[in-house]
């Protein structure tokens, strides 16, 4: 609201006294209520209103003229005061509704077009009389994208969608493996604080602003060029991007990634630090950190895991993994298969690669390889890659290897070759996000590839007369046994001898192989025409304090013809589950806004040993201000931790009440998640 005073002789003119920019009824009208408390936010190519009170004269548009100015940085557009609406989309207007204009009050509803750039606008009106011009600034206002708006690039056509791509502050992540598929809670936080402003900043740090300021305002118009600039900002190798990437294992200058719970932190924290990069984020959190962003942007986006996703730094289509003649896995190539990879895909229109290519978009903060001479990676249209059209703007051949790569798997011992097979479905077996209002997965593998994969869940490898299956009978839980089986067939009339040699290895998520911590060999006899099955089991006391990362294990065999000395391999590659964290909201999960309640949370410590140093965390974005902790130094087998937290919700809609367990004797916390239902 903004007060004008004047002097006694100037109140026989017509002049402007209050401005109302009528926050409340345009947030509501632009679907962007709670996003900002300092700024007044709306949608491009949809009116806003504004009520300003005069004072002197009776306004008389025979004899005063009003004119409004939007400014952006340097650009500025005027936009005169119509009595009649003005139905063009393609540019500024103002006007007065008939029966909105008073003797002393007049309400303009501004609309900009629809494809206007986003950004933080200035807004001035000019008074025009007989008696010259007074021009006055009047406040300002943030302009987003419309996926309302049927003219705009970003327009979604189905309500359920806008409001799981775009108004939906909280996601589920996807991780661990095909076999054992791990949801994560995520709070995108972009109703929270301050969040709006930052991410306006990430605009503004850009290298593209520093080198053309007038040049970026201008492309901000477009989604394409918006989307590309994010890419890069959220990681931070060409720029002062938001996040620092990290995947040695060593996070003591900065926070390990799997401590993140949502985009708010990480974001305020950046805003914070005067723009320095946040330390230190790995895929799902460049993602999840973009998916906020461009949310906050108006652009409609999610989360997206790729399962056995190929980093294929040539180009060949083919990656090429290494095992020793004992079934050691080995780093010897610089391609690497990750057993999960998240990206976020975007949705807006393609106009400049012609039709066809509408829709979801591809997009990769993961700071992997340059294109165009920076780390980033789309958008590429994901009907592009199902369609195999390598020529698609942007990064079309780096996506297509990541869902569509050959797997050639090599078995060497001191340089040679002894083996050799090819898979040509296990990467992208499965592609995932979040369902529309729901919080199980929804599938997107088709979307990506022409045919979903329909292979077993365990791999096979067939070499002349032997085919060999390595499959795990349960995924198990922290604490619990592995027990596997192989299976062997022999399709040749004869009798084998046959050495078997079995390996079992921890690694990361991004392909790296870590030591051997079990293994086993014997020798096999098995008649002609025969199937021999072999179980194998490793016990939780030779695997519980060798685990790094997201809790994955490399199970593999090689299969030796002692006669022959044919080789086969079969391998599988797991995580173990983690425990769960018990949380209670106390009077069931739908809760009142702005009051108190409480909820009960609790851990069973299940393992056969003791956990050291033990950490209960429990926080809640738009739930609680902060995190609760209770430590606990020795929880013995057994032995519960519980405690119990109150809260007061602070916005309403679905929220998610998160916990997490760390303790000193893992690299990883146990985590579980509640999602509650606030009303006003």
């Not at 504004?50 to 009003?66: A, S, W």
């Not at 108190?596 to 033990?614: I, W």
């Amino acid at each position: 609201m903004l007060t004008m005073r004047y002097t006694h002789q100037q109140q026989t003119d017509l002049r402007l006294k209050h401005v109302n920019l009528e926050v409340h009824d345009n947030h509501t009208a632009h679907q962007t209520l709670g996003l900002s408390s300092r700024h007044l936010v709306v949608r491009r190519g949809r009116p806003f209103k504004v009520t300003m009170l005069l004072h002197g004269r009776v306004f008389n548009p025979q004899m005063e003229t009003l004119i409004f100015t939007a400014l952006l940085g340097g650009l500025s557009v005027e936009i005169p005061v119509m009595l009649s609406k003005d139905e063009s989309i393609s540019r500024w207007s103002a006007h007065i509704h008939p029966g909105e204009r008073h003797s002393q009050s007049v309400t303009v509803h501004v609309c900009s077009p629809a494809k206007a750039p986003v950004g933080l606008y200035d807004l001035q009106v000019h008074i025009v009389c007989l008696d010259g011009q007074r021009s006055i600034a009047i406040g300002s206002f943030v302009l987003l994208c419309n996926p309302w708006l049927q003219y705009d690039a970003v327009y979604i056509p189905f309500e359920d969608q806008r409001n799981e791509y775009v108004k939906n502050d909280f996601g589920i992540l996807y991780m661990g493996t095909p076999h054992n598929v791990i949801s994560r809670p995520w709070s995108f936080g972009q109703y929270e604080q301050g969040i709006l402003e930052i991410c306006l900043n990430i605009l503004q740090v850009s290298p593209q602003h520093s080198k053309d300021k007038q040049g970026d305002y201008l492309l901000r118009a477009d989604p394409v060029y918006i989307s590309r600039v994010v890419c890069a900002m959220v990681n931070c190798e060409d720029d002062r991007g938001v996040l620092k990437g990290n995947w040695s294992g060593n996070f003591k200058y900065g926070f390990n990634p799997t401590q993140w719970t949502g985009s708010a932190d990480i974001l305020k924290l950046w805003g914070r630090s005067n723009f320095s990069p946040v330390r230190y984020g790995q895929c799902w959190v460049f993602a999840s950190v973009m998916c906020t962003v461009m949310r906050v942007l108006g652009i409609p986006s999610r989360v997206v895991t790729i399962f056995n996703s190929a980093h294929d730094t040539n180009g060949s289509l083919v990656i090429e993994e290494y095992y020793t003649n004992t079934g050691e896995k080995i780093s010897m190539s610089k391609d690497s298969i990750w057993n999960f990879h998240v990206w976020v895909e975007c949705w807006m229109s393609r106009p400049d690669l012609g039709p066809g290519f509408d829709g979801w978009q591809v997009l990769d903060p993961t700071p992997q390889e340059k294109s165009g001479g920076i780390f980033c990676c789309g958008p590429c249209p994901v009907k592009g890659i199902r369609k195999k059209r390598y020529d698609a703007l942007y990064d079309a051949p780096f996506i297509y290897a990541s869902v569509n790569a050959d797997v050639v798997t090599v078995i060497v011992r001191d340089g040679l070759v002894l083996g050799r097979s090819v898979d040509t479905q296990r990467v992208g077996s499965h592609i995932l996000t979040k369902n529309v209002g729901s919080d199980g997965p929804q599938s997107l593998t088709c979307a990506y590839k022409c045919n979903e994969s329909t292979h077993a869940t365990c791999e096979r490898a067939t070499v002349q007369s032997l085919e060999v299956s390595l499959k795990i009978e349960k995924v198990p839980t922290m604490g619990e046994n592995i027990c596997f089986f192989i299976t062997v067939t022999n399709r040749a009339n004869v009798p084998k001898v046959l050495k078997e040699h079995v390996n079992a290895q921890t690694k990361e998520y991004n392909g790296s192989p870590q030591g051997t911590f079990w293994e086993a060999d014997k020798q096999l006899h098995i008649a002609p025409c025969a199937v021999l099955s072999v179980h194998h089991q490793i016990p939780y006391s030779e695997y519980e304090n060798m685990l790094v990362g997201e809790g994955l294990l490399n199970v593999a065999v090689v299969i030796k013809d002692e006669r022959t000395k044919e080789r086969v391999l079969a391998s599988e590659e797991f995580n173990i589950t983690a425990p769960q964290i018990s949380i209670e909201v106390i009077g069931g999960d739908n809760i009142q806004q702005k009051k108190e309640h409480s909820a009960l949370v609790s851990f069973t410590n299940g393992f056969a040993m003791p956990l050291s140093s033990a950490v209960l965390t429990v926080e809640g974005s738009g739930l609680m201000e902060g995190k609760d902790q209770t430590k606990v130094y020795l929880l013995q087998p057994g032995q519960t931790i519980e405690k119990k937290v109150s809260f007061t919700p602070i916005t309403t809609g679905t929220k998610l009440l998160q916990a997490s367990l760390a303790y000193n004797n893992s690299p990883t916390a146990i985590r579980s998640f509640q999602k509650v239902s606030v009303f006003a």
